[in-house]
């Protein structure tokens, strides 16, 4: 769980106060308990870190997890309601203690993920699938290459004329290839889809939809998302954000 640097009770350089750790870890035992987990609790610096240990044997781990989470933020909140901006990200289930630290790193990942993405409801690293990958790519260039290679075309052919085909192949894919829940999602009419489905073909090529070459694109849109979802500012000049979706070609 990852609180923000303004919560209650904090010491400049010194974390949070003795006093407010251990209200927050009792609310922790008495919640996560009631969902049937037993909750170890630590800190390090703005983050308090949970080690739950599964005591019912039902197969709802996660819903349970999910829950406890969530009602254990409103109970938190309710005592100090100035806290804000706190975000939890879970790691694999592991069988021993030697595998949590991997399960830590698998948190963080998570929590990283939901920060570039600006998206709080990827809490489980198991749930992230091809942002796994992407979130662990170092070096941006490669990314970016990827993507130019990919899905260029697409996106400097919107950066020009204003299109909407970014949106749309992503629609497409999203869909499966149908073009009937296409048109549906982008409130267009099945025409303006044919024609940008050319369009997109010429540019990509007619075996964009292989699934070889197909796997690669949905991958480079992910990673597109995640280099620029709510960054705006830093978006690469030859990688510019597609419009919003229009009912004309």
Same mark, same amino acid.
């Given at each position: 769980?990852?609180?923000?640097?303004?919560?209650?009770?904090?010491?400049?350089?010194? =974390?949070y106060s003795?006093?407010?750790?251990?209200?927050?870890?009792a609310?922790?035992?008495?919640?996560?308990?009631?969902?049937?987990?037993?909750?170890?609790?630590?800190?390090?610096?703005?983050?308090?870190?949970?080690?739950c240990?599964?005591?019912? %044997?039902? =197969?709802?781990?996660?819903e349970?997890l999910s829950?406890?989470?969530?009602?254990?933020?409103? %109970?938190?909140?309710?005592?100090?309601p100035?806290?804000?901006g706190?975000?939890?990200?879970?790691?694999?289930?592991?069988?021993?203690?030697?595998?949590?630290?991997?399960?830590?790193q698998?948190?963080?990942t998570?929590?990283?993920?939901?920060?570039?993405?600006?998206?709080?409801?990827?809490?489980f690293?198991e749930?992230?699938?091809?942002?796994?990958?992407?979130?662990?790519?170092?070096?941006?260039?490669?990314?970016?290459?990827?993507?130019?290679?990919?899905?260029?075309?697409?996106?400097?052919?919107?950066?020009?004329?204003?299109?909407?085909?970014?949106?749309?192949?992503?629609?497409?894919?999203?869909?499966?290839?149908?073009k009937?829940?296409?048109?549906?999602r982008?409130?267009?009419?099945?025409?303006?889809l044919?024609? %940008?489905?050319?369009k997109?073909?010429?540019?990509? =090529?007619?075996?964009?939809?292989?699934?070889e070459?197909?796997?690669?694109i949905?991958?480079?849109? %992910?990673?597109?998302?995640?280099?620029?979802?709510?960054?705006?500012?830093?978006?690469?000049?030859?990688?510019?954000?597609?419009?919003?979706?229009?009912?004309?070609?």
């Amino acid at each position: 769980m990852l609180l923000d640097n303004g919560g209650p009770q904090r010491h400049p350089g010194n =974390g949070y106060s003795e006093f407010f750790l251990i209200r927050l870890s009792a609310l922790a035992r008495s919640t996560f308990d009631e969902h049937g987990y037993l909750v170890l609790t630590a800190t390090e610096d703005d983050r308090v870190i949970f080690v739950c240990v599964n005591k019912r %044997r039902d =197969g709802n781990e996660k819903e349970r997890l999910s829950k406890a989470m969530e009602r254990w933020v409103l %109970r938190l909140r309710a005592e100090y309601p100035e806290l804000t901006g706190i975000k939890w990200g879970a790691g694999k289930k592991v069988l021993r203690e030697l595998d949590l630290h991997a399960s830590y790193q698998m948190a963080e990942t998570a929590l990283r993920v939901q920060e570039r993405l600006k998206d709080d409801s990827k809490h489980f690293y198991e749930d992230l699938h091809v942002y796994r990958l992407v979130s662990q790519i170092g070096q941006i260039q490669v990314l970016e290459s990827f993507i130019q290679d990919y899905i260029g075309p697409v996106l400097e052919y919107d950066r020009q004329k204003k299109g909407d085909l970014y949106l749309t192949l992503k629609a497409f894919l999203d869909c499966k290839g149908s073009k009937q829940d296409t048109a549906s999602r982008l409130f267009i009419v099945r025409q303006t889809l044919y024609y %940008r489905l050319e369009k997109i073909e010429a540019l990509l =090529g007619g075996d964009f939809m292989e699934t070889e070459k197909r796997l690669a694109i949905e991958f480079a849109i %992910r990673a597109h998302e995640y280099l620029t979802k709510g960054k705006a500012e830093e978006w690469p000049s030859d990688l510019s954000p597609p419009c919003e979706p229009h009912c004309h070609p």
